[in-house]
């Protein structure tokens, strides 16, 4: 007879397949998921058995999947496969749990994560998912586990037992304390997986880590699945999961990848001071709305790892802005990319192309200034209605979006229709906003002064050359 360990739940996340023409393909990345760690951590720290399964990043693709399943947990039955999601996994996502259902008939299957947040009733009737958990997933996840009353449990969405209602219970109150909860649990990934993206660190190796949860922001474009009440660790905290990545896993990189980083000035100044006292020599990067640093700030953040920020920007039009909520003004945006500069940090900004109201001379009008202030990366996206955004719920009403095939909502495909550009021309401003800000004399000549080693000479090639997808798209036109 086989013995077979019981474990309460697997926490599985599918593969990040990007659809084709996503500008990531070309690119490849991976790290975990650190809600999953963060979530896992606190089941275990309850006193249940708690394994993870992360496909993307041990980069496990969808046909070997249930035979890399049985071999690694061959011993081991458990009560629930618990499924991540976001909108790009979601469809992976639902294959696996029927592969999984048809070789372990009896483990419920319950689904949580961005997607599944957005649209838990699609979930459950698209899929052979008994449960969802939305929004934060630690107090709703912990009581499923513990057996307690679906109808008593907060943030929790199922079927009836007849199958043929879908009940959503009242969402869960926030967590308020995050310093109260676990650190993530690395110890259950190949955390020696996690992989970069290009320009966007200066030390290997590299990670992410979140330290906060939810924005206050409420741009229309953003599935905010968290909501809108912020919740910060401390640096205290920041600085204990920092020190845990860097002595037992020996990363010399964090990537922060918080909605909005330096969102209280006074924690990111401790943080820093911190970081220095405490000789932990990372290099750092992380993202920031616009209208939130200082000459100040940033210097001390330069000062203690600080590499690279990562600005919102979106368009420099005021009524564009205005339009998708940002709240920001172009001024502001130039200010911070000047200051940050000046302060000696890369700027990284995000532009869309496709927000309301934009026309082809706003368009131009944003190449114009992205090459005038010359961050040191810009990545560009296709205003994309997703799932959990405001947009997304306005183009439902207006019965206008094209495709619910959530593979194409990787931010390089039109799905709703522009009120001023064609297809066409929306594809070429995407196309053109790279090209011509890349292949410029001035930026290939500030690559070429930056060469300082063989590995950066490599991240340069790569770069340069996942630009050629581009150019061939755009040429072919
Ligand atoms: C870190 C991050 C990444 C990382 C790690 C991805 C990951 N799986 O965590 C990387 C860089 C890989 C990444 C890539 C992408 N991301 Co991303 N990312 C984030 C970010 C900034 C933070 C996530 C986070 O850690 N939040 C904090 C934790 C606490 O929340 P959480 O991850 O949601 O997890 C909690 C709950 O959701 C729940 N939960 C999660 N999984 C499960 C599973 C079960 C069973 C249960 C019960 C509960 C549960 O419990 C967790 C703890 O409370 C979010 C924005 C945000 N603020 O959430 C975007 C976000 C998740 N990303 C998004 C997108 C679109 C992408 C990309 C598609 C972008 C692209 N084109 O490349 C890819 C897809 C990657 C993928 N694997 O699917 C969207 C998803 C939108 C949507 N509706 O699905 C978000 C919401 C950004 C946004 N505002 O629109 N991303
Ligand atoms: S885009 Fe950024 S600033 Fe805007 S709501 Fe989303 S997370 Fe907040």
Same mark, same amino acid.
């Given at each position: 007879?086989?013995?077979?360990?019981?474990?309460?739940?697997?926490?599985?996340?599918?593969?990040?397949?990007?659809?084709?023409?996503?500008?990531?393909?070309?690119?490849?990345? /991976?790290?975990?998921?650190?809600?999953?760690?963060?979530?896992?951590?606190?089941?275990?720290?309850?006193?249940?058995?708690?394994?993870?399964?992360?496909?993307?990043? #041990?980069?496990?693709? #969808?046909?070997?999947f249930?035979?890399?399943?049985?071999?690694?947990f061959?011993?081991?039955?458990?009560?629930?496969?618990?499924?991540?999601?976001?909108?790009q996994?979601?469809?992976?996502?639902?294959? &696996?749990?029927?592969?999984?259902?048809?070789?372990?008939? #009896?483990?419920?299957?319950?689904?949580?994560?961005?997607?599944?947040?957005?649209?838990?009733?699609?979930?459950?009737?698209?899929?052979?998912?008994?449960?969802?958990?939305?929004?934060?997933?630690?107090? !709703? =996840?912990?009581?499923?586990? /513990?057996?307690?009353?679906?109808?008593?449990?907060?943030?929790?969405?199922?079927?009836?037992?007849?199958?043929?209602?879908?009940?959503?219970?009242?969402?869960?109150?926030?967590?308020?304390?995050?310093?109260?909860?676990?650190?993530?649990?690395?110890?259950?990934?190949?955390?020696?997986?996690c992989?970069?993206l290009?320009?966007?660190?200066?030390?290997?190796?590299?990670?992410?880590?979140?330290?906060? @949860?939810? =924005?206050?922001?409420? =741009?229309?474009?953003?599935?905010?699945?968290?909501?809108?009440?912020?919740?910060?660790?401390?640096? #205290? @905290?920041?600085?204990e999961?920092?020190k845990?990545?860097?002595?037992?896993?020996?990363? @010399?990189?964090?990537?922060?990848?918080d909605?909005?980083?330096?969102?209280? @000035?006074?924690?990111?100044?401790?943080?820093?001071?911190?970081? +220095?006292?405490?000789?932990?020599?990372?290099?750092?990067?992380? !993202?920031?709305r616009?209208?939130?640093?200082?000459?100040?700030?940033?210097?001390?953040?330069?000062?203690?790892?600080?590499?690279?920020?990562?600005?919102?920007?979106?368009?420099?039009?005021?009524?564009?802005l205005?339009?998708?909520? +940002?709240?920001?003004?172009?001024?502001?945006?130039?200010?911070?990319?000047?200051?940050?500069?000046?302060?000696?940090?890369?700027?990284?900004?995000?532009?869309?192309?496709?927000?309301?109201?934009?026309?082809?001379?706003?368009?131009?009008?944003?190449?114009?200034? &992205?090459?005038?202030?010359?961050?040191?990366?810009?990545?560009?996206?296709?205003?994309?209605?997703?799932?959990?955004?405001?947009?997304?719920?306005?183009?439902?009403?207006?019965?206008?979006?094209?495709?619910?095939?959530?593979?194409?909502?990787?931010?390089?495909?039109?799905?709703?229709?522009?009120?001023?550009?064609?297809?066409?021309?929306?594809?070429?401003?995407?196309?053109?906003?790279y090209?011509?800000?890349?292949?410029?004399?001035?930026?290939?000549? /500030?690559?070429?002064?930056?060469?300082k080693?063989?590995?950066? &000479?490599?991240?340069?090639?790569?770069?340069? &050359?996942?630009?050629?997808?581009?150019?061939? /798209?755009?040429?072919?036109?």
């Amino acid at each position: 007879m086989t013995f077979r360990e019981e474990f309460d739940i697997v926490f599985i996340i599918p593969s990040f397949t990007a659809g084709s023409g996503a500008i990531w393909k070309a690119i490849d990345y /991976r790290f975990h998921s650190p809600g999953v760690l963060a979530l896992a951590a606190y089941i275990r720290s309850n006193g249940y058995k708690v394994k993870v399964f992360d496909c993307n990043l #041990e980069q496990i693709q #969808e046909h070997t999947f249930i035979d890399e399943f049985a071999k690694r947990f061959k011993h081991i039955s458990f009560r629930y496969f618990g499924f991540s999601s976001t909108v790009q996994t979601i469809k992976s996502g639902i294959r &696996l749990a029927e592969k999984l259902k048809k070789v372990y008939p #009896e483990t419920k299957i319950v689904f949580g994560g961005a997607h599944a947040t957005s649209l838990p009733s699609d979930v459950l009737k698209n899929s052979i998912a008994d449960y969802v958990i939305t929004g934060e997933g630690e107090l !709703s =996840c912990l009581a499923l586990i /513990r057996g307690d009353n679906p109808n008593s449990i907060d943030g929790l969405a199922y079927k009836s037992s007849d199958k043929r209602e879908i009940i959503i219970n009242k969402s869960c109150p926030r967590i308020s304390d995050l310093n109260s909860l676990p650190l993530p649990a690395y110890d259950l990934v190949p955390m020696q997986l996690c992989k970069p993206l290009i320009g966007t660190y200066k030390k290997i190796p590299a990670t992410i880590m979140v330290t906060s @949860r939810g =924005c206050i922001g409420k =741009c229309l474009f953003c599935s905010r699945i968290i909501g809108n009440e912020l919740a910060l660790q401390s640096p #205290e @905290r920041i600085i204990e999961e920092v020190k845990l990545l860097y002595t037992d896993y020996n990363f @010399r990189q964090i990537i922060f990848y918080d909605d909005t980083f330096i969102s209280n @000035r006074d924690r990111i100044s401790v943080f820093c001071e911190q970081l +220095k006292k405490n000789n932990l020599k990372i290099s750092w990067t992380c !993202s920031s709305r616009v209208d939130l640093i200082d000459l100040e700030l940033l210097k001390l953040m330069k000062s203690a790892g600080c590499h690279q920020i990562m600005y919102g920007v979106e368009s420099f039009d005021k009524q564009v802005l205005k339009n998708i909520n +940002k709240n920001i003004d172009p001024e502001d945006i130039f200010t911070a990319i000047k200051t940050t500069k000046k302060a000696g940090i890369e700027v990284r900004t995000a532009i869309m192309v496709g927000n309301p109201g934009d026309t082809a001379e706003i368009l131009k009008n944003n190449i114009k200034q &992205l090459k005038k202030l010359n961050p040191d990366l810009i990545q560009v996206a296709i205003t994309t209605p997703l799932p959990g955004s405001a947009l997304f719920k306005q183009a439902e009403r207006k019965n206008a979006i094209r495709s619910y095939d959530w593979d194409l909502y990787n931010g390089s495909v039109i799905l709703t229709d522009h009120e001023n550009l064609s297809d066409k021309e929306l594809k070429s401003w995407y196309y053109k906003t790279y090209l011509l800000f890349y292949l410029r004399p001035r930026f290939i000549l /500030r690559q070429i002064f930056k060469l300082k080693s063989f590995s950066n &000479l490599k991240i340069a090639l790569i770069g340069f &050359l996942s630009l050629f997808p581009i150019l061939f /798209r755009f040429l072919r036109r």
